[in-house]
C-alpha cells in the first residue's frame, strides 16, 4: 500500500540527509565501530546540514518546525545505512523536548544554538545499576546548598556518554517523596565531580559510546534545574515518554524493512539444490509472513506520527507501538539471518550486525513487559 506520510518537503530533506549518510558516515563506520565511538566533527557537519532541533525556535539556530515527520526522516536514514553509532535519534527525538519545553529563555539562550549546531552533545541520565524501568527507584540524590546542588550518586548504559556536554541527571531532591521527590538537573562536561566510567562493551552497537557516569558531589547550580521547582521530575520524564518510544518504535520498522528488504533480494541469488532458494514454498511462506507483519506495522507506526503531531499520541498508544514493532523487528531480523544461513553468521553480512544491533531495541525505553504493564493497567476491570 502507498505510504502517504511524507510531503515533498520531507522528501528534498531526505535526500539531503541520505546524500550525508553516503558522504560522511558509511565510509567511515566500520573504523567507529572498532574505536567505539563517533568523533564529534560529524555532528557539527550533521548540525550545519539543518539536521539537528527540528522544533528549536528559529532565534536559537533551530528550525521552528514542530514536525516529527523530519525526525522520522533522520531515523529512517540512519538506520537504512545501518549506522547504529549514530546517537542522533536520541538527541533530536528524546532530548530536544526536555530543553526546548521545559528551559526558562536564559537556559534556552545557554544551550539551544550549541544543540542545533551539533556543537553540544547531549544525553539523558535515567538508569542506575540498581533502578532500571522502575524510575521511582532512583538512588542518585541532589541536596541543595543555597544557588547549587549537591549532587551524588552513579548512572549506567548512558547512549551519548562519553562524548555527551550536556547530562539531564534524574535526581532525588526529596529522598522521603517517592516520585513527588524527583527533579531534572542539567550536569555540564567539566563540572568538578563530574567524572565518565568506561565506555561499555555490548553485544551490538559498538560505534556509539555507552557509558557510566559518576557524580561525586557536584555542585550543580539551580539555574541548571528543568522546571521552576524541586518536584517536577517524574512528570517531566512521563510527558516525555511516548515521543522517546516512538522514535524506538519508527527505527524498529526502518530496521525491520531494511533486513528484509536485502533478504528477498538475497533469496532471489542464492541457490540450492538446482534453484534459488526464493522458489521454495518455505521460503516464500515465511518472506511473506514477514514482510505481512512488516508492512501492518509500518502503517500503524506512521499514524502514531501523525498522532503526535497532532499531541493526541497517549502513553499507551506509543507502549503499543514500542513493543510490538521492536518485538517484531528482532523476529524478522532472526528469520532473515536464518534464510542467509552460514553467511548470515558472517559480519561482513548487514544481517549479521543487524542482529546484534536489534536485540537491545525491547529492553532500553521501557522493556516489552513494562510496555505491557502500562497498556494493561489502561483496562478498567
Keep these: 500500500m502507498r505510504r502517504d506520510l511524507f510531503d515533498e518537503e520531507h522528501d528534498l530533506f531526505r535526500e539531503t540527509v541520505r546524500e550525508f549518510m553516503s558522504r560522511e558516515v558509511v565510509p567511515h563506520h566500520d573504523q567507529w565501530e572498532k574505536d567505539g565511538i563517533v568523533p564529534r566533527e560529524v555532528w557539527k557537519k550533521a548540525g550545519e546540514l539543518g539536521m539537528f532541533g527540528f522544533s528549536i525556535p528559529e532565534e536559537y539556530g533551530g528550525s521552528g518546525i514542530s514536525d516529527f515527520r523530519y525526525n522520522t526522516v533522520v531515523v529512517?536514514?540512519?538506520?537504512?545505512?545501518?549506522?547504529?553509532?549514530?546517537?542522533?535519534?536520541?538527541?533530536?527525538?528524546?532530548?530536544?523536548?526536555?530543553?526546548?519545553?521545559?528551559?526558562?529563555?536564559?537556559?534556552?539562550?545557554?544551550?539551544?544554538?550549541?544543540?542545533?549546531?551539533?556543537?553540544?552533545?547531549?544525553?539523558?541520565?535515567?538508569?542506575?545499576?540498581?533502578?532500571?524501568?522502575?524510575?521511582?527507584?532512583?538512588?542518585?540524590?541532589?541536596?541543595?546548598?543555597?544557588?547549587?546542588?549537591?549532587?551524588?550518586?552513579?548512572?549506567?548504559?548512558?547512549?551519548?556518554?562519553?562524548?555527551?556536554?550536556?547530562?539531564?541527571?534524574?535526581?532525588?531532591?526529596?529522598?522521603?517523596?517517592?516520585?513527588?521527590?524527583?527533579t531534572l538537573l542539567v550536569v555540564e562536561r567539566g563540572m568538578e565531580g563530574f567524572t565518565r566510567g568506561r565506555n561499555l562493551e555490548k553485544v551490538g552497537m559498538h560505534a556509539q559510546d555507552t557509558a557510566e557516569l559518576f557524580f561525586d558531589d557536584v555542585r550543580v547550580p539551580v539555574a541548571n534545574r528543568l522546571g521552576d521547582a524541586d518536584g517536577q521530575g517524574f512528570v517531566q520524564l512521563m510527558v516525555n515518554l511516548p515521543q522517546e518510544r516512538l522514535s524506538i518504535a519508527v527505527a524498529a520498522v526502518a530496521a525491520a524493512e531494511t533486513v528484509l528488504e536485502s533478504t528477498i533480494e538475497y533469496c532471489r541469488n542464492r541457490t540450492a539444490f538446482g534453484r534459488s532458494i526464493g522458489k521454495f514454498q518455505h521460503t516464500r511462506f515465511l518472506l511473506a509472513e514477514l514482510a505481512t507483519e512488516v508492512e501492518i506495522a509500518r502503517h500503524y507506526v506512521d499514524k502514531c506520527v501523525r498522532a503526535l503531531n497532532a499531541k493526541e499520541l497517549t502513553a499507551v498508544d506509543a507502549a503499543k507501538a514500542k513493543w510490538w514493532t521492536t518485538e517484531l523487528?528482532?523476529?524478522?531480523?532472526?528469520?532473515?539471518?536464518?534464510?542467509?544461513?552460514?553467511?548470515?553468521?558472517?559480519?561482513?553480512?548487514?544481517?549479521?550486525?543487524?542482529?546484534?544491533?536489534?536485540?537491545v531495541q525491547t529492553i532500553y525505553g521501557g522493556t516489552t513487559e513494562i510496555m505491557k504493564e502500562i497498556i494493561g493497567r489502561s483496562f478498567e476491570f
Excluded at 556543537?119 to 542518585?140: C, F, K, N
Excluded at 549537591?150 to 529522598?175: C, M, R, W
Excluded at 531480523?333 to 553480512?349: F, P, S, T
Design 76 to 182: 529512517e536514514e540512519i538506520i537504512r545505512a545501518g549506522a547504529s553509532g549514530l546517537g542522533f535519534g536520541l538527541h533530536n527525538d528524546i532530548m530536544a523536548p526536555y530543553l526546548v519545553d521545559m528551559t526558562n529563555d536564559e537556559q534556552k539562550r545557554r544551550w539551544l544554538p550549541g544543540f542545533a549546531a551539533g556543537e553540544l552533545i547531549t544525553a539523558i541520565a535515567m538508569t542506575e545499576p540498581g533502578a532500571g524501568s522502575d524510575l521511582q527507584g532512583v538512588r542518585t540524590t541532589a541536596r541543595r546548598e543555597g544557588d547549587h546542588y549537591v549532587v551524588n550518586g552513579q548512572k549506567t548504559f548512558i547512549t551519548n556518554g562519553i562524548n555527551s556536554d550536556l547530562v539531564v541527571v534524574v535526581a532525588k531532591t526529596d529522598p522521603e517523596a517517592g516520585a513527588k521527590g524527583t
Design 329 to 359: 523487528q528482532n523476529k524478522v531480523v532472526d528469520r532473515c539471518l536464518q534464510l542467509h544461513g552460514g553467511y548470515g553468521y558472517m559480519l561482513e553480512y548487514p544481517v549479521a550486525k543487524a542482529w546484534l544491533d536489534s536485540r
